[in-house]
């Protein structure tokens, strides 16, 4: 099936710190979405692309919709410790069939902040 | 607003077995859609709800199954359960507006364990 390729697998940065994570599709997606999860726990959205090119910002965090529509990526600046967890992106057709209520997710990256 | 909301939060089942999750949306959220997430397959697309009828289908035997009911609530099914389905299970509502209010928001999930 369709796949994100999602890179760096893991990170281990010190505290303070700038974090960046990207993805790439061989497919075109009309949404980009970024999520955080914690053990045990449902991912939580951190920011929501819906265009081509769009820059968006959440507080520290920074992510961009590629021009291509085949790839974005998620900045962290200034880590704390409290952004240790697993971010996933995850992609979105719109056109309805078989692409209602999917999204396809990369693999995920582990980040670690060491204070 | 209170968030997605899936109980139970952890299930131990034996093989043969089936078992019943239950989900509820974000009130005002009429788009109900499940994934399960193992360490080896990651987060993957099982089913999507809207209006009591199922729209989409992702690569699961027909042992998974679900349903909506008329206030949007939504419940999925496992029969005859093997080892392989130990995961969590994620389900995540949408308002399905057509629009950029389409993101899904994510509940805290099932925690599955087959023995």
């Known amino acids: 099936g369709q796949q994100l390729n999602q890179s760096p697998q893991s990170m281990f940065i010190q505290e303070g710190e700038d974090v960046s994570m990207n993805c790439t599709s061989s497919s075109i997606f009309n949404t980009w979405l970024w999520y955080k999860q914690d053990p045990g726990e449902g991912p939580v959205l951190l920011i929501a692309l819906y265009k081509a090119g769009e820059l968006t910002s959440n507080g520290r965090l920074t992510a961009q919709f590629g021009i291509t529509r085949k790839d974005s990526f998620l900045n962290i600046s200034a880590s704390i410790p409290s952004d240790v967890g697993i971010y996933f992106c995850?992609?979105?057709?719109?056109?309805?069939?078989?692409?209602?209520?999917?999204?396809?997710f990369g693999q995920g990256t582990i980040l670690t902040v060491h204070p | 607003k209170a968030g997605v909301t899936q109980t139970p939060r952890y299930l131990i089942k034996t093989r043969g077995q089936q078992v019943t999750l239950s989900c509820s949306p974000i009130s005002g959220h009429r788009s109900v859609s499940w994934y399960q997430q193992t360490p080896g397959q990651g987060l993957q697309f099982l089913f999507e709800y809207f209006s009591e009828t199922q729209r989409n289908k992702g690569n699961f035997p027909g042992r998974f199954s679900g349903r909506q009911f008329s206030n949007s609530r939504s419940e999925m099914n496992v029969s005859t359960l093997e080892l392989g389905d130990s995961a969590l299970y994620l389900c995540?509502?949408?308002?399905?507006?057509?629009?950029?209010?389409?993101?899904?928001?994510f509940g805290p999930g099932t925690r599955l364990t087959v023995l």
């Open positions: 995540a509502s949408s308002l399905v507006t057509g629009g950029a209010l389409d993101t899904q928001y």
């Open positions: 995850a992609g979105q057709l719109r056109a309805g069939g078989t692409s209602y209520g999917k999204l396809t």
